[in-house]
Nanobody, 123 residues
Framework: QFQLVESGGGYVRPGGSLTLSCAGD????????IGWFRQAPGKEREGISCISTSGGPVYAESVKGRVTISRDNAKKTVTLQLNRLKPEDTAVYYCASRMNYYCAAFADDFDTWGRGTQVTVSS
């Protein structure tokens, strides 16, 4: 078992941008597909993006065109760039890993989770 740590959350006005990072204290992060999820108060956890071990990205329809995921295996980090943020993007954002080449859509398919970072979009 290893740890994932998210950073980069914060407060931003509608239309603004944030860059979230997920750092893994693991020997080889490139063995894991990494997903980003979010959970707003009173709502279920939602998968928004995932990146395969080879760098292939997957995006949920709710964020497609506004979000970019990337990975730097040498630095053992996965980055989620959030653009044109909306108030409905307010949530705790989590990264999670699965030891598999491919991404998955559901939270149950991921094994290790970070503690999350809060993103608040408000005017």
């Amino acid at each position: 078992q290893f740890q994932l740590v998210e950073s980069g959350g914060g407060y931003v006005r509608p239309g603004g941008s944030l860059t979230l990072s997920c750092a893994g204290d693991v020997i080889a992060l490139d063995a894991y597909a990494i997903g980003w999820f979010r959970q707003a108060p009173g709502k279920e956890r939602e998968g928004i993006s995932c990146i395969s071990t080879s760098g292939g990205p997957v995006y949920a329809e709710s964020v497609k065109g506004r979000v970019t995921i990337s990975r730097d295996n040498a630095k053992k980090t996965v980055t989620l760039q959030l653009n044109r943020l909306k108030p409905e993007d307010t949530a705790v954002y989590y990264c999670a890993s699965r030891m598999n080449y491919y991404c998955a859509a559901f939270a149950d398919d991921f094994d290790t989770w970070g503690r999350g970072t809060q993103v608040t979009v408000s005017s």
